[in-house]
């Protein structure tokens, strides 16, 4: 099976830099993705990391480590509108890689 | 356009009625899923369709039965629920089924049983 693991909340000020964590358990891996959703509305994608390193998609970035089975989304420069909730997510290999399964999902709260 | 749209927004039912979800994306995806994610959790898989076939049910119970009638269009009907059923139910598509395609939400329709 797969689990993910992600604090369940974070705080921060506007125009700080903040890092969400997810540590992932899976029986095979074919990259971790991120997806954002504010109170109310739809799960919307970030980023997708097949790979070890860094993607950088303008203020957020992902980093992965499938050695260490970790991975993380960097917010930077802060805005309230970055308040929400984020979801690391893989895929599970026990049914061909269709079933996306979700982290227990970071609460962001950005403070003026 | 990248828009997955769902209909109805909110709906309330008693656990004797017959509803149905509605769920719409005109971006040529192949692949329709239905997830439901209780309040300040993720959300949780129900069904893939994959090219218009029922492709995972993730041992839902029959009290939830989806349908797919075209490549655009997926629908879950909802029968004899129960007051635990109440939650956000989420459609989302991707380009396909395979790993690395990311999936496209739309809205979700807010559902309580009374």
């Known amino acids: 099976g797969q689990s993910l693991e992600q604090p369940s909340e974070v705080t921060a000020v506007e125009g700080a830099i903040v890092q969400i964590n997810c540590t992932y358990q899976?029986?095979?891996?074919?990259?971790l993705s991120w997806y954002q959703q504010h109170d109310g509305g739809a799960p919307t994608f970030l980023s997708y990391n097949a790979l070890d390193g860094l993607e950088e998609t303008g203020r957020f970035s992902s980093f992965l480590s499938r050695s260490d089975s970790y991975g993380y989304l960097l917010l930077q420069e802060l805005q309230m509108k970055d308040s929400a909730s984020y979801f690391c997510?893989?895929?599970?290999?026990?049914?061909?890689?269709?079933?996306?399964?979700f982290g227990t999902g970071t609460r962001l709260l950005v403070s003026p | 356009d990248t828009e997955v749209t769902q209909t109805p927004k909110h709906l309330v039912m008693g656990m004797t009625n017959k509803k149905s979800l509605k769920c719409e994306q005109h971006m040529g995806h192949r692949a329709m899923y239905w997830y439901k994610q209780k309040a300040k959790k993720p959300p949780e898989l129900m069904f893939v369709?994959?090219?218009?076939?029922?492709?995972i049910n993730e041992s839902v119970p029959s009290r939830f039965s989806p349908e797919c009638p075209n490549s655009s269009l997926l629908n879950l009907h909802l029968h004899a629920l129960q007051p635990e059923d109440s939650a956000l139910y989420l459609c989302?598509?991707?380009?396909?089924?395979?790993?690395?395609?990311?999936?496209?939400f739309g809205p979700g329709t807010r559902l309580t049983v009374t």
């Open positions: 989302a598509s991707s380009q396909d089924d395979r790993e690395n395609y990311e999936q496209y």
């Open positions: 899976t029986s095979g891996f074919y990259g």
């Open positions: 997510a893989v895929r599970d290999k026990n049914t061909g890689f269709q079933k996306l399964v």
């Open positions: 369709y994959s090219y218009e076939k029922l492709s």
